[in-house]
């Protein structure tokens, strides 16, 4: 038992000495429409942190970045951006010019510089993206891409490993942005630490049930799968309904008290296995849930939604979600249960865990207050 505490509070330390903050990924946002001429006009959003990191902004070196150092670096950004965005159609290359940075945007509560940018391309053919800034200084760097023709849009994302897109404007392509989107949500759910220590919360006492004031091994396992289908199903419906809605306009809530309001979750799904308020989680998972779905509407603001696919966009992420979510519970759950007769789960693994995970949601709680 106390090999097993030397453990635990070991991953501990290693996840306390590297500071995670869900859904904050180095991103940028192209979004840019093409004429019947092959004239093409649009905007890229480019983070000030990864500005710093490719042009160094920070002239002073106080590590504050302000608007005055984004003007003094207008040419050295404009160079950079020139080179590491190309287009071309038809094989030809593409004749773009970027503008002087005008404004900023703001992004889940950081600064993003936008950039004007024009040029003329061939008349017909496919057009081609080439995308190559960031990935040098941060392979996790991602593009989200919203390009069309006015009236087909179509939505990519370009990584490390995918770097350069064609696609023809003549003619949209609904597979390609359901398959896109569905993509999404399942690497969301992954990335999203916080999402998935509230499952994890939720899980460790699934295998058990309250009897004589402690937590013993549920026998049956039929009674165990029933017990996690109605969790998942809460989880699941309220998700949806409140990332539909906010995706939609319909809901409009502070992100910031969204991501305050999931970690608080967390926090409370964890202390109430190590000290029971609420066991009938179902109804504890559905309304979390409901805060849950907002924080995936979030990050599916920032993807951008194509304008004449909506419903098509938020139906293939919210199924990545549960793709994704499935996944997670396809392999821990075989694990709980295998585990669940032994004392080490109900007086080590299951407490502890629990523990660990309430320490990271007040960690949480704290940054986003």
Known sequence: MSQWLKICFVVLLLILTHSVAAHQLSTSYIIAEMDDTGRINGEWQLSLTDLE?????DLNANGELTWGEVKNRQAEIAGYLAEHLLLSRDNLLCNLSFNAVERLQDHANEAFAVTDFSGQCAISG??????????????????????????????FVLDDNTQEVTLDLKEGSWQTTFTQFVYQGMIHIWIGIDHILF?????????????????????????????????????????????????????????????????????FAALNNIWPIVLRLAWLTFAFGLLHGMGFAGVLGELGLPADQQLLSILAFNLGVEIGQLAILAILLP????????????????????????????QWSIERW
């Open 126 to 155: 496919p057009l081609t993206v080439k995308y190559k800034a960031i990935f040098a200084l941060d392979s996790s760097h991602e593009m989200l891409l919203n390009i069309g023709d006015g009236n087909n849009m179509h939505s």
């Open 335 to 362: 694990v709980l249960i295998l585990l669940r007769n032994t004392k080490l789960y109900s007086k080590g693994i299951m407490p502890v865990g629990s523990l660990l995970i309430a320490m990271m949601a007040v």
């Open 53 to 57: 990191l490719a042009v160094g902004l």
């Open 199 to 267: 499952l994890l919360a939720l899980l460790l006492p699934a295998v058990l049930q309250r009897k004589d004031n402690q937590w013993q091994a549920i026998t049956s396992v039929k009674t165990i799968l029933t017990n996690t289908v109605w969790i998942i199903s809460a989880f699941t419906l309220a998700h949806s309904l409140t990332l539909t809605a906010t995706a939609l306009g319909w809901l409009t809530p502070s992100s910031r008290w969204v991501e305050l309001g999931i970690a608080i979750s967390v926090l």
